[in-house]
Protein backbone atom coordinates (compact mmCIF):
# COMPACT_ATOMS: atom_id res chain seq x y z
CA UNK A 1 0.00 0.00 0.00
CA UNK A 2 1.35 3.44 -1.21
CA UNK A 3 0.44 6.68 -0.93
CA UNK A 4 -0.39 7.44 -4.72
CA UNK A 5 -1.98 11.36 -4.04
CA UNK A 6 -4.03 13.76 -1.65
CA UNK A 7 -7.01 14.33 -3.00
CA UNK A 8 -8.41 18.44 -2.81
CA UNK A 9 -11.59 19.32 -3.17
CA UNK A 10 -13.00 22.26 -5.28
CA UNK A 11 -15.54 23.82 -6.50
CA UNK A 12 -13.77 25.32 -9.28
CA UNK A 13 -10.79 23.13 -10.62
CA UNK A 14 -9.57 25.82 -12.97
CA UNK A 15 -8.98 28.22 -10.57
CA UNK A 16 -7.49 25.99 -7.84
CA UNK A 17 -5.45 24.50 -10.51
CA UNK A 18 -4.47 28.21 -11.62
CA UNK A 19 -3.25 28.38 -7.41
CA UNK A 20 -1.39 25.10 -7.35
CA UNK A 21 1.08 26.21 -10.55
CA UNK A 22 1.42 29.44 -9.00
CA UNK A 23 3.59 27.02 -6.01
CA UNK A 24 5.50 25.36 -8.78
CA UNK A 25 3.05 22.86 -9.45
CA UNK A 26 2.94 21.10 -13.16
CA UNK A 27 -0.93 20.80 -14.12
CA UNK A 28 -2.32 17.64 -16.10
CA UNK A 29 -5.38 18.07 -17.97
CA UNK A 30 -8.69 18.50 -16.93
CA UNK A 31 -10.70 14.93 -17.12
CA UNK A 32 -14.26 14.29 -16.69
CA UNK A 33 -14.88 10.91 -14.65
CA UNK A 34 -18.65 10.53 -15.07
CA UNK A 35 -19.07 7.38 -13.04
CA UNK A 36 -18.27 9.36 -10.27
CA UNK A 37 -20.10 12.57 -11.04
CA UNK A 38 -16.73 14.56 -11.07
CA UNK A 39 -14.22 16.16 -12.66
CA UNK A 40 -10.16 15.57 -11.67
CA UNK A 41 -7.26 16.86 -12.39
CA UNK A 42 -3.41 15.97 -11.14
CA UNK A 43 -1.06 18.50 -10.34
CA UNK A 44 2.97 17.08 -9.77
CA UNK A 45 6.37 18.43 -8.55
CA UNK A 46 9.54 16.29 -8.46
CA UNK A 47 9.88 14.00 -5.83
CA UNK A 48 6.78 15.22 -4.23
CA UNK A 49 3.46 13.63 -3.70
CA UNK A 50 0.58 13.88 -6.37
CA UNK A 51 -1.92 16.35 -5.65
CA UNK A 52 -5.15 15.66 -7.21
CA UNK A 53 -7.90 18.14 -7.62
CA UNK A 54 -11.77 16.73 -8.06
CA UNK A 55 -14.47 19.09 -8.80
CA UNK A 56 -17.97 17.73 -8.60
CA UNK A 57 -20.89 18.27 -10.63
CA UNK A 58 -23.61 20.30 -10.08
CA UNK A 59 -25.72 17.07 -9.38
CA UNK A 60 -23.11 15.68 -6.89
CA UNK A 61 -24.96 17.25 -4.00
CA UNK A 62 -22.91 15.83 -1.44
CA UNK A 63 -19.57 16.43 -2.33
CA UNK A 64 -21.12 19.86 -3.76
CA UNK A 65 -21.81 20.47 -0.22
CA UNK A 66 -18.03 19.24 1.03
CA UNK A 67 -16.42 21.40 -1.97
CA UNK A 68 -19.09 24.90 -0.82
CA UNK A 69 -16.53 24.88 2.82
CA UNK A 70 -13.49 25.87 0.81
CA UNK A 71 -10.76 23.81 -1.11
CA UNK A 72 -9.24 21.06 1.04
CA UNK A 73 -7.68 17.94 1.18
CA UNK A 74 -10.35 15.53 1.96
CA UNK A 75 -8.96 11.85 0.79
CA UNK A 76 -5.53 10.08 1.20
CA UNK A 77 -5.14 7.49 -2.17
CA UNK A 78 -2.78 4.26 -1.75
CA UNK A 79 -1.67 2.22 -4.69
CA UNK A 80 -2.61 -1.75 -4.39
CA UNK A 81 -1.06 -4.20 -5.70
CA UNK A 82 -4.70 -6.49 -5.36
CA UNK A 83 -7.40 -4.31 -5.12
CA UNK A 84 -10.08 -7.20 -3.88
CA UNK A 85 -8.36 -8.35 -1.25
CA UNK A 86 -7.34 -5.01 -0.04
CA UNK A 87 -10.62 -3.95 0.14
CA UNK A 88 -11.15 -6.90 2.28
CA UNK A 89 -8.53 -6.03 4.66
CA UNK A 90 -9.46 -2.29 5.14
CA UNK A 91 -13.06 -3.47 5.66
CA UNK A 92 -11.61 -5.99 8.48
CA UNK A 93 -9.66 -2.90 10.19
CA UNK A 94 -13.36 -1.60 10.39
CA UNK A 95 -13.35 0.71 7.42
CA UNK A 96 -17.00 1.52 5.53
CA UNK A 97 -16.98 0.87 1.75
CA UNK A 98 -18.35 3.53 0.16
CA UNK A 99 -18.15 2.28 -3.41
CA UNK A 100 -17.53 -0.89 -5.24
CA UNK A 101 -14.22 -0.73 -7.84
CA UNK A 102 -15.00 1.37 -10.94
CA UNK A 103 -12.41 1.60 -13.81
CA UNK A 104 -10.87 5.33 -13.49
CA UNK A 105 -10.31 7.21 -17.09
CA UNK A 106 -7.64 9.64 -15.49
CA UNK A 107 -5.67 6.66 -14.22
CA UNK A 108 -5.76 4.76 -17.51
CA UNK A 109 -9.04 2.40 -16.09
CA UNK A 110 -7.77 1.08 -13.28
CA UNK A 111 -9.75 0.53 -10.15
CA UNK A 112 -10.70 2.47 -7.37
CA UNK A 113 -12.92 2.85 -4.52
CA UNK A 114 -13.77 4.62 -1.42
CA UNK A 115 -13.47 3.85 2.02
CA UNK A 116 -14.08 5.67 5.22
CA UNK A 117 -12.67 5.20 8.45
CA UNK A 118 -13.53 6.70 11.79
CA UNK A 119 -9.47 7.24 12.46
CA UNK A 120 -8.46 8.34 8.93
CA UNK A 121 -11.28 9.81 7.09
CA UNK A 122 -11.69 9.03 3.48
CA UNK A 123 -9.31 6.62 1.91
CA UNK A 124 -8.72 5.96 -1.95
CA UNK A 125 -7.76 2.44 -3.04
CA UNK A 126 -5.94 2.70 -6.85
CA UNK A 127 -5.05 -0.83 -8.06
CA UNK A 128 -1.43 -0.62 -9.49
CA UNK A 129 -2.58 -2.77 -13.15
CA UNK B 1 -36.37 7.61 24.79
CA UNK B 2 -39.21 6.09 22.80
CA UNK B 3 -39.13 5.44 19.24
CA UNK B 4 -41.54 8.66 17.48
CA UNK B 5 -39.21 10.72 19.56
CA UNK B 6 -36.22 9.44 18.53
CA UNK B 7 -37.89 9.80 14.72
CA UNK B 8 -38.90 13.26 15.48
CA UNK B 9 -35.06 14.52 16.25
CA UNK B 10 -33.78 11.94 13.34
CA UNK B 11 -35.94 14.32 11.11
CA UNK B 12 -34.22 17.14 12.15
CA UNK B 13 -31.27 15.39 11.47
CA UNK B 14 -32.04 14.62 8.15
CA UNK B 15 -33.37 18.13 7.13
CA UNK B 16 -30.17 19.54 8.55
CA UNK B 17 -27.74 17.05 6.16
CA UNK B 18 -29.76 17.05 3.26
CA UNK B 19 -30.76 21.07 3.41
CA UNK B 20 -34.46 19.62 2.75
CA UNK B 21 -37.14 21.50 4.81
CA UNK B 22 -40.39 19.40 4.11
CA UNK B 23 -38.83 15.40 5.14
CA UNK B 24 -41.27 13.72 7.14
CA UNK B 25 -39.60 10.80 7.95
CA UNK B 26 -41.42 6.78 8.72
CA UNK B 27 -39.26 3.90 9.19
CA UNK B 28 -39.64 2.73 5.74
CA UNK B 29 -37.71 5.75 4.27
CA UNK B 30 -34.27 4.48 2.65
CA UNK B 31 -31.70 6.58 0.09
CA UNK B 32 -33.99 5.53 -2.46
CA UNK B 33 -36.19 8.29 -1.24
CA UNK B 34 -34.04 10.86 -0.73
CA UNK B 35 -32.17 12.53 -3.98
CA UNK B 36 -28.98 13.42 -2.06
CA UNK B 37 -28.52 10.44 0.23
CA UNK B 38 -25.57 8.86 -1.56
CA UNK B 39 -22.39 6.61 0.29
CA UNK B 40 -20.65 10.02 0.93
CA UNK B 41 -23.71 12.29 2.70
CA UNK B 42 -24.77 8.55 4.82
CA UNK B 43 -21.65 9.05 6.54
CA UNK B 44 -22.04 12.82 7.48
CA UNK B 45 -25.82 11.49 8.40
CA UNK B 46 -24.44 8.99 10.36
CA UNK B 47 -22.08 11.03 11.96
CA UNK B 48 -24.91 13.67 13.05
CA UNK B 49 -26.84 11.46 14.61
CA UNK B 50 -23.94 9.82 16.50
CA UNK B 51 -23.72 13.57 17.71
CA UNK B 52 -27.19 14.34 18.23
CA UNK B 53 -27.71 11.04 20.37
CA UNK B 54 -24.05 10.68 21.83
CA UNK B 55 -23.91 7.30 20.95
CA UNK B 56 -21.26 5.59 18.61
CA UNK B 57 -22.11 3.26 15.51
CA UNK B 58 -19.91 0.16 14.79
CA UNK B 59 -18.26 0.16 11.78
CA UNK B 60 -20.70 -2.78 10.22
CA UNK B 61 -23.45 -0.08 11.33
CA UNK B 62 -22.60 2.67 9.90
CA UNK B 63 -22.64 0.30 6.54
CA UNK B 64 -25.55 -1.85 7.04
CA UNK B 65 -28.72 0.40 8.45
CA UNK B 66 -30.28 0.77 5.35
CA UNK B 67 -33.53 2.75 6.54
CA UNK B 68 -34.77 4.96 8.66
CA UNK B 69 -36.67 2.13 10.84
CA UNK B 70 -33.69 0.08 11.39
CA UNK B 71 -31.54 3.63 12.58
CA UNK B 72 -34.08 3.87 14.89
CA UNK B 73 -34.32 0.15 16.34
CA UNK B 74 -29.91 0.99 16.63
CA UNK B 75 -30.13 4.49 18.69
CA UNK B 76 -32.91 2.91 20.90
CA UNK B 77 -30.99 -0.30 21.84
CA UNK B 78 -28.05 2.19 22.56
CA UNK B 79 -29.81 4.21 24.58
CA UNK B 80 -30.62 1.85 27.07
Redesign the interface.
Known amino acids: MVLNHIGYITETIEDTRSDFVSLGYCAGNIVDFPAHKCRVCFLKRDGEVIVELVEPYEENKSLRKLASRGVAPYHLCYEVDNIDESSINLQKLGYVPLSEPVAAPAFDNRRICYFWGRGTGYIELLSKY | MEREEILKKMEDIFKNVF?VDSLVLDDDITADDI??W????H??LMLAIEKAFDIKF??RE??ELADVGEMVSCIKSKLK
Open positions: DDEDSLSIQTSMK
